[in-house]
């Protein structure tokens, strides 16, 4: 049967199958043939041409495979490199955008099986950064070029320059902050403030605001008609009362200072500082729950005795109930509340490795009351969560 002609509806549509992309399965990458059925890329595997390029293949294989895959390793990557930079980006659109070129080296002909492979060798081989995620593996080219380094380099030492010039202008300005403080200190006291307060009750209260050396008329003609010796007494008496005030201002001003220190330090003693807490609780000699599932119904929801602590998360416990010994981990276990009466172990906080009697349970705040059976504070009374303490062995 002769071809179509050239405008005839199967012709056309011929080309246009042509020009799209076809099945990877049906492509021959020896010969560059693609095929768009399977009955046609069977017809070609039986050509004489195909045997020949087949022959030509066998005599140094792994020569064609090694250059394939180089060939397809750098399209692969210019591609990312030049189109997406140093972004992240999802490797099946990287791979899309490299097929859609015909003249591509196929992936069938390299090395790689499938698109995964390829990604976790390129990040073996640190041309780029790969991580998994639930909606597949994303790719980020790292750009080794030297005047890419260069610039980052550059720049890296321009915000260490900035950094340490803010630095020094930081600490110029403490220093002279700190200066002018220890110069004020010496030269001028800080001012105290005190309370407002009268010893009697029937005295007036009166304020001085600097108005005593204006005075009006009346009082200025009737003083200059008292005798010398009252004006002598009057002058004295006011020469007097300044000095007497001050005395009273000093002792006011030390009794404030006094009651001041004395608050502070009331206030030292009853700060007590926050507990310290830490990561991992387990300690041997006390029982705790396990509250894993994995092992199955037998251990769930039973207790045991810690005999062991490993690596600080780690514990080897006994089961209470079979004997049986397992190796679990901190986060499969939990402690456990006795009754009232009974001695527990603080494994957490400020009064860890504590010994103690358990009082009373608070279930609105979710702690307990305690009474301090070891250690110097032996007798106190103190509130501990639920977590932080279980009972002993």
Known sequence: ?????????????????????????????????????????????????????????????????????????????????????????????????????????????????????????????????????????????????PETLRRQEELARRKKHELDDEERSAKFIEEQVRRGRDGKEEEVEDPVYTELKRENEEEKVTFNLGAAGTSLAGPSTSSSLLAPSALAKTSSAKRKEPSSASDSRDKKRKSALEQIIEMEERKKQQQQPPPIKTDHWLQPNIVVKVVTKRLGDKYHKKKAVIMEVREKFTAVVKMIDSGDKLKLDQNHVETVIPAPGKRVMIVNGKFRDTEAVLEGIDEKNFCASLTLDSGPQKGTHVDVAYEDFSKLA
Request: charged share 30%.
């Open 1 to 145: 049967m002769g071809k179509a002609d050239f405008f005839s509806p199967k012709a056309i549509s011929n080309r246009i199958k042509s020009k799209g992309l076809q099945k990877l399965r049906w492509y021959c990458q020896m010969c560059q043939k693609q095929c768009r059925d399977e009955n046609g890329f069977k017809c070609h595997c039986m050509s004489e041409s195909h045997q020949r390029q087949l022959l030509l293949a066998s005599e140094c294989p792994n020569k064609f495979m090694d250059y394939f895959s180089n060939e397809f390793k750098n399209g692969f990557v210019e591609l990312l490199r030049r189109r997406f930079g140093t972004k992240r980006v999802h490797n099946n659109i990287i791979y899309n955008e490299y097929i859609s070129d015909r003249q591509h080296i196929h992936m069938n002909a390299t090395r790689w099986e499938t698109l995964t492979t390829f990604t976790k060798w390129l990040g073996r081989q640190g041309l780029c950064k790969v991580d998994e995620t639930p909606k597949g593996w994303y790719i980020q080219y790292i750009d080794r070029d």
